[in-house]
């Protein structure tokens, strides 16, 4: 019972995650049917009913009879609980943490994969971010792509699924390093290094530039 219980728990953060971090489904949208997202999630349509349930306790989710399950309007989705439930993937640290494990690693595989036309992007990319950083404007976006087009780089396809957990910690970097001058600069020193090594096809110094790059992040914005 209590590890169904857990299964059940794990399997609603999975649908969270859809929600608030892939932004498959935004308020409103209806859920696919019980078969193909008990199929997807991998798991049984009782275990998959049971994660409904704790969404729809915690106002995420609302069951319309007839019609299906649907996303709450966003005023529903502020309970305590809801909090409890993204709190892992809006701590700063634990997000950081998940980048230093994941990003140098494929830093490294896609300087030895990237066809030229991946390569050029990822440069181009790279050089929008640090024009953004120098005409004071918002990055999120183009520093998103940066590190997608890194990933799917590697020609590994597992890779760029956990790309939307690398984006909640680059808008949260981006947040915190508004005030934080270091952080800024840091930051267009880092792509600098990772870039000119990936041009080469260093894999090494990618790897080791991108790790740098996650460090100093950690170190400037205080999240250790």
Do not use: C
């Amino acid at each position: 019972m209590s590890k169904e219980k857990r299964l059940s728990d794990s399997v609603a953060d999975d649908i969270l995650t859809m929600i608030t971090i892939e932004k498959r489904f935004v308020h409103g949208d209806k859920l696919p049917n019980e078969n193909d997202l008990s199929k997807e999630l991998n798991v049984s349509r009782t275990t998959l009913r049971e994660a409904i349930r704790v969404l729809v306790t915690n106002g995420v989710l609302e069951i319309q009879r007839g019609r299906g399950t649907f996303v709450k309007e966003k005023d529903g989705v502020d309970s305590k609980e809801f909090q409890l439930l993204t709190s892992a993937r809006t701590n700063a640290k634990d997000l950081y943490e998940m980048r230093l494990i994941f990003e140098p690693e494929a830093a490294y595989l896609a300087a030895k994969r990237a066809s030229d036309m991946e390569l050029k992007r990822i440069i181009s990319l790279g050089k929008q971010v640090e024009e953004k950083i120098k005409n004071g404007e918002d990055r999120t976006e183009v520093e998103q792509s940066f590190h997608k087009s890194i990933a799917k780089a590697t020609h590994n396809e597992f890779m760029n699924k956990l790309m939307p957990v690398i984006y909640q910690a680059i808008d949260k970097g981006v947040v915190l390093s508004k005030e934080k001058e270091l952080a800024v600069k840091d930051t267009v020193n880092d792509h600098k290094m990772i870039m000119e090594f990936m041009e080469s096809r260093n894999a090494e110094g990618a790897r080791n530039a991108m790790k740098i790059h996650i460090l100093h992040a950690i170190k400037a914005l205080e999240i250790e």
